[in-house]
């Protein structure tokens, strides 16, 4: 995909701002925004407090240092999709998690990691915080005394509001990140918002930075709840797709591995066409629907089982769950 292409690059809005990911621009970008982060670097180390100067990580090479707090899924997705992207030196990429083994993917990839987080939290200038959304708030009293001066921090937690994580990393800059799983093979699509303290520079790197992996969107916070339901959970509704059209397949004497890619090329597809013609959905469900023909009967099937309503329900679920969480971490915040 040419994603410099089409007419819709940036389409702003009241509440949202909208890019394709134009990986190449972004590059640029993302290579600006943290080489000015690493610049700022010299004054932070000089400033560096006494709690920093205890814990000394190992020296990478030159460049902007991106730090991950938390090994699993979606930092596995994120670190694989920028260091496929070329945005920073994969040894400028430090990657912290309790288990040894959660780190040895990451030390394949030529990726620094360490069993430490304060190593990553004094050594980076953009740290990731990616662990389980319970796991947030004892992380990040563990890491926050510990944090460069002048460091970003990015939570990609689920339901932990803004609000949140900058009471539990006082006077940090803070991003907070929606990404998804397709960001390992640079097919993300994220959505984020900016703490009070972020700065435009702020906003230019995590846009360039989740641009190099997909789409990057930002949003007002109040809408992470239901981009969540759409993206950020998304990928799982649309493997259960895949799987239930490949079993439709096999049912049909299909053999499964067949099967398997052609729902799957058949997702990706029509994916493409919405993206690169901008045409409505509908538009193109109905260049497919025949009169009279075998796809309308589908879509007919389709209708009668609740389909639709089903994929609006799942996203709804997704939100309302985000919301419950966010609200008890308010509360809890506010207590
Ligand atoms: N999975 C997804 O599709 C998405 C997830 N997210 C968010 O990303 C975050 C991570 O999710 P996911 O990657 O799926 O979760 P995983 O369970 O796969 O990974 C959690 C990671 O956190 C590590 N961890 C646990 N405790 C600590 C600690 N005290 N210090 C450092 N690391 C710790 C674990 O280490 P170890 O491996 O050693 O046990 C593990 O590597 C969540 O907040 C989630 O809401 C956001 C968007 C999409
Ligand atoms: O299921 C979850 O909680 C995370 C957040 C969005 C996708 N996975």
Do not use: W
């Amino acid at each position: 995909m040419d994603n410099n292409a089409g007419s819709q690059d940036c389409l702003r809005t009241q509440d949202c701002t909208l890019s394709a990911p134009p990986h190449t621009h972004n590059l640029g970008l993302l290579r600006q925004g943290l080489m000015r982060t690493a610049q700022r670097r010299g004054t932070a180390t000089a400033m560096a407090t006494t709690v920093e100067d205890e814990v000394e990580a190992p020296e990478p090479g030159d460049g902007p240092r991106l730090g991950f707090v938390g090994a699993g899924m979606m930092a596995t997705a994120m670190v694989n999709g920028i260091v496929a992207s070329k945005v920073t030196e994969p040894d400028n990429v430090f990657v912290s998690a309790p288990h040894r083994s959660s780190l040895d993917r990451f030390a394949k990839l030529g990726v620094r990691t360490s069993d430490i987080n304060l190593e990553v939290a004094s050594g980076s200038d953009v740290v990731v915080v990616a662990v389980k959304p319970d796991v947030v708030p004892a992380v990040l009293r563990e890491i926050a005394p510990h944090l460069r001066k002048d460091a970003l921090v990015v939570s990609i937690a689920a339901g932990i509001p803004l609000a949140v994580l900058e009471q539990l990393a006082p006077g940090k800059r803070v991003v907070r990140v929606m990404p998804n799983t397709p960001c390992l093979v640079s097919e993300g699509a994220t959505g984020f918002s900016m703490g009070s303290l972020a700065t435009d520079e702020d906003r230019d790197t995590v846009h360039a930075l989740m641009g190099a992996v997909g789409l990057a969107v930002e949003v007002k916070e109040a809408l992470l709840d239901g981009l969540t339901g759409v993206s950020g959970s998304g990928p799982a509704y649309i493997y259960v797709l895949i799987e239930a059209l490949a079993d439709g397949g096999v049912r049909m004497g299909l053999p499964r591995a067949m099967a398997i890619r052609l729902a799957a090329q058949t997702v990706k597809g029509a994916a493409e066409m919405v993206l690169e013609t901008g045409e409505h959905p509908a538009v193109l469900k109905d260049n497919v629907c025949s009169p009279g023909g075998l796809t309308i009967a589908a879509i007919e099937s389709l209708e009668k089982n609740g389909f639709r309503s089903a994929a609006m329900q799942a996203v709804i679920a997704v939100a309302s769950k985000s919301i419950e969480m966010r609200n008890a971490e308010e509360e809890k915040r506010t207590k």
